[in-house]
């Protein structure tokens, strides 16, 4: 395998940016969580609060987990693996 291949390779299969796995992360869950409480707030009311935690965090990994976050990472997949990080690591004269 050439050193060109292997450097592809390599930066392919890399781990995006934490902040950008946040940034997603907090995408998929803010509306994920209010539309699970606008549909589901009625009925987990009722219950108390520890059992409203339990069944409420339950759906939300269970729902991220399969279903949200690989379609989110699919979706956004050029923008996960690409290596522009001007943002936060713009070189500043001081």
Known sequence: MTTAMKSHRRAFNANPPRYKTFLLTWLA???????ILLVLGPL????PLYLRTLCLTGLLVFLMTYIVMPWMTRHFHHWLHTRNHRFFTSKRNY
């Open 29 to 35: 869950i803010y509306p994920l969580i209010n539309l």
């Open 44 to 47: 987990l009311n009722l219950l």
